[in-house]
């Protein structure tokens, strides 16, 4: 009986390594400092943004799908993000991020779903952004701690990846494409 209790806290303790260190979460901005193109903040989040994503629950089976569409404004260092989303399940919601440029990189976000401030880091092409939000009600209402990664790639797009969990659990995932909404500023002209 002690070998078999010795051999599951082995396992145990490995899977619990390779989810930190060999996985998304091992991640760091500084992984990125040297690629390109690089991930300007007023340039990319401005505008019209069509963004279209998939949301993984907890046993990795998508649970909803969803369209977006999203307006950057920036006025120097201060810009929002607001965001229409339509999903499969026939919800809609609506977000405004508030955003504010900072030293060596980084910003802040602030949102009415977010608990206190979101903390990014943008580096080489990629941002990451930190924070807590709060699932409506109809969704459980929990706390989720969450992590943003939006990659710039070479033909404009942002690729975004998102884990949410509770207590170092995953409990979501999301993937996304960000890109300008091409439809918004044809009827613009």
Do not use: C
Request: glycine share 10%; hydrophobic share 40%; aromatic share 8%.
């Amino acid at each position: 009986m002690k070998t078999l209790t010795i051999l599951l806290l082995i396992v145990v303790t490995g899977m619990l390594l390779k989810s930190r260190f060999m996985s998304f979460r091992s991640q760091s901005p500084s992984d990125y400092a040297q690629t390109g193109p690089a991930f300007n903040l007023q340039e990319h989040l401005s505008g019209s943004i069509l963004s279209e994503g998939l949301i993984y629950g907890p046993t990795g089976k998508v649970t909803n799908s969803f369209v977006a569409k999203m307006t950057g404004e920036w006025n120097g260092d201060q810009g929002t993000l607001s965001e229409h989303f339509r999903y499969s399940n026939g919800k809609e919601q609506n977000r405004k991020w508030f955003l504010t440029l900072g030293p060596d990189n980084s910003f802040t976000a602030t949102a009415d779903d977010i608990v206190g401030e979101a903390r990014g880091v943008v580096s080489g092409s990629t941002v990451r952004l930190s924070y807590k939000i709060i699932l409506p009600k109809e969704a459980g209402g929990y706390t989720l701690n969450a992590t943003d990664w939006m990659y710039l790639t070479e033909n404009g797009v942002i690729m975004n990846k998102s884990e949410m969990r509770i207590l170092g659990v995953k409990v979501a995932e999301l993937v996304a494409t960000m890109r300008p909404d091409e439809s918004a500023a044809a009827m613009a002209n």
